[in-house]
């Protein structure tokens, strides 16, 4: 992956929100041919490894809310298992070379997979969000846990945050 997006305070909570960056995804030299046929979708999945999560809690607080949820039950990077799905769109395919927009990721992102978007079969209008249809939608995209905790920011976030 290859982002302008270098901090995960830089990035929006959720590919789809629209807000994401526009990036390049490049695969290995050989695996070109993979992305035969890739060039007439609009979207595209991206399976990732989140290189950057700091643990596997079995519990988090979501950036919107104020209280601890069950990490199966977030979209939290810090998973047991920490691999994440993005819908991004594609616009275009460049030899080796994914230009996507709304994305994501961080810059250097390691990409698990790349899959087509199937509108047919990966949407679901009707499905249910539980606890989330009750979050602010205006809410914060992520938590600045320093400030939580009473303590100075990482040196890589002073100065990069307002």
Known sequence: ????????????????????????????QGMQNGLQDLGGFSHVWLLFWCHHARGGPTQVRPPRDDRKRGVFATRAPQRPNPIGLSAVGLARVDKRILHITDCDLLDGTPILDIKPYLPYCDSVPEARTGYVEDLDEDGADHRAWWVERGVTPPKRYRGRLS
């Open 1 to 28: 992956m290859r982002s302008s997006l270098r901090l995960h305070h830089e990035a929006p909570r959720q590919s789809g929100l629209g807000r994401g960056a526009s990036a390049q995804v490049e695969v290995f």
